[in-house]
């Protein structure tokens, strides 16, 4: 007989008891009709806002024609979203997979090959940064480092060499001849929103480019657009080797990639790598559908307006409220504000009163509206923050 006290569901995550039923633009609707404005956008993947026409159309029509073939043939859905991601970026070839976590791992699998396929596999060292979240899988949970990722999960995969963030002395030290690839997220997401200044991400490229090594950034939380530009390497002025992409690629649909130059590829020959479903139709199909309305003349341009919009008022309405929010940091529609009681009682009283937001490690509560957010949305999240932690006695 079933024993009761085990969940049906494995218990891994600490749920909060809402059900959402329905979800328009920047709105999400509970059962009982109550709506709340979302700032977290399902940790930046809906960031076209709920139920997008266009993005729905594009579904529907790809569900009524054709689900899934496999890559045993081609895929015209998937051949098209690859034409455009490269003609749209610095990378000259692309893999499809389903996630972040399995994108990271293909990025680990094309650095080794790399290296290997030169007759160098004994050169696999991959420098990673402390706070960082590269999905949960054993190699991207090895490449984290952190305890709270990698306990009880030994023996973890070898070759990484994890940094303190920001340590340019350790970084000079540890990156050398021996270097097979540098992985970094241009900003840590769930590490807390800490941007990386792009001085220190143009140094970072300085170095690879001395020692040969492959440059990969982690964009999966903030690349698609979050910072006003489709990557935000480009934001940062920096041109990596290999990036991998996920959460807004599908706007809600699972899909990931990771893009690459082609002599960062050039290991990656028939059979090295795949996936059953990885660019099937629907996903792509779907993915196609939100670079149609990212790369739609004048797109983009509103994004960065909005988030300098966003921004400016983020930072004023915090600034109002010193004895509860200690920093604001990030960019564009990607901020964090460290709380000073604990972000999740604060989350909890954003989302009491309407508004639902992200926590993300150092105190920090995550603000990922929509691409598609308006002004008057945010002036409203705003009032939001304002009159609920404004109106806390001190
Ligand atoms: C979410 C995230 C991942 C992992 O993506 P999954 O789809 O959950 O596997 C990896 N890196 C970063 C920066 C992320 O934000």
Known sequence: MRNAAVPTLLPVYNRIDIVFERGQGSWLYDR???????????????????????????????????WHVSN????????????????????????????????????????RRYWWARGRPERFKIVTFEGAFHGRTMAAISAAGSKKLTEGCDPLLPGFEVLAFGDHAAIERAIGPDTAAVLIEPIQGEGGIRPVPASCLKALRELCD???????????????GRTGRLFAHETLGVRPDVVAIAKGLGGGFPIGAFL????????????????????????????NAVLDVLLAEGFLDRVRAIGAYFERRVRETCA??????????????????????????VAAELRAAGLLT????????????????????????CAIIRDTLGARPV
């Open 72 to 111: 045993l043939y081609r895929i015209p859905e998937q051949e098209r979203l690859a034409d455009r991601l490269v003609a749209n970026s610095f990378a000259e070839t692309v893999f499809f997979c389903n996630s972040g976590a399995e994108a990271i791992e293909g990025c680990v699998k094309l650095v």
């Open 32 to 66: 009982n009709g109550r709506r709340y404005l979302d700032f977290g956008s399902g940790i930046a993947v809906t960031g076209l806002g709920h139920a997008h026409p266009h993005l729905v159309r594009a579904l529907q029509d790809q569900a009524a024609r054709l």
């Open 260 to 287: 690459a130059t082609g002599e960062a590829a050039s290991g990656m020959t028939v059979g090295a790598h795949g996936s059953t479903f990885g660019g099937n139709p629907l996903a792509c199909a779907v993915a």
């Open 210 to 224: 001395r020692f040969g090594a492959l440059l990969v950034l982690d964009e999966i939380q903030c690349g698609m």
């Open 320 to 345: 109002a409220l010193p004895e509860e929010i200690a920093e604001v940091r990030g960019m564009g529609l990607m901020l964090g504000i460290k709380t000073v009681r604990p972000n999740t009682d």
């Open 358 to 381: 992200v926590p993300a490690a150092d105190n920090v509560l995550r603000l990922l509206p929509p691409l598609t957010v308006s002004e008057a949305e945010i002036d409203h999240g």
